[in-house]
């Protein structure tokens, strides 16, 4: 509950009273499990990051190749629209909260970009881009990340999709590319 409270209402704009409420458990009790909102918000990010560690998990026994899992990662813009277009990206939106608060646990969220950079970088190496693989993924990263910016700020579903679609022909750039240099060789 904690977890789509922050991500709807921000952290700062979620107290503690209104996640017990939610919950429906006395705040007496509620203390008794969490003494403040920041155990909270370190549960939140735990939890975070074990749901990103298991997606990119799934997408990489589902994806046949490195090409198809980065298109899985793309098209999370996709499946996740509705929500991105409310409340914006779920790790952008906190990671960004917590660094203009200067919290303490924005080190710890940080972590969530971490995790997808290295995944990204490990699909760009096996793509062939070893050399480029972290500006690559970072790259992704960024621009993924704009796009669910301006998904938010300009609630236009064509604009995603348009992005997304440009992103996968990157991709299928950085595909052939990599096929032609391999043939020059």
């Not at 370190?42 to 046949?64: H, K, S």
């Not at 090409?67 to 409340?87: G, P, Q, Y």
Request: with cysteine; net charge positive.
């Amino acid at each position: 509950v904690a977890d789509q409270m922050f991500y709807r209402q921000g952290y700062e704009g979620t107290s503690f009273a209104n996640i017990a409420n939610a919950v429906k458990i006395s705040r007496g009790n509620f203390y008794y499990h969490f003494k403040s909102k920041d155990e909270i918000l370190d549960e939140v990010i735990a939890l975070r990051i074990a749901n990103t560690r298991r997606m990119l998990e799934r997408w990489e026994t589902e994806g046949e190749s490195a090409e198809e899992r980065i298109r899985s990662f793309i098209h999370i813009l996709i499946a996740n629209h509705a929500k991105i277009r409310l409340f914006g990206c779920p790790v952008g939106a906190l990671c960004s909260e917590l660094a203009k608060l200067k919290h303490p646990s924005r080190a710890e969220a940080n972590k969530l970009f971490t995790l997808f950079r290295t995944w990204l970088r490990k699909q760009f190496t096996l793509l062939g881009c070893p050399a480029d693989a972290d500006a690559l993924a970072m790259h992704l990263l960024a621009r993924s990340q704009g796009v669910a910016v301006l998904a938010n700020a300009l609630h236009d579903e064509n604009f995603v999709r348009q992005e997304v679609a440009q992103m996968l022909v990157w991709v299928r750039s950085c595909t052939s590319a990599t096929v032609k240099a391999k043939a020059k060789q």
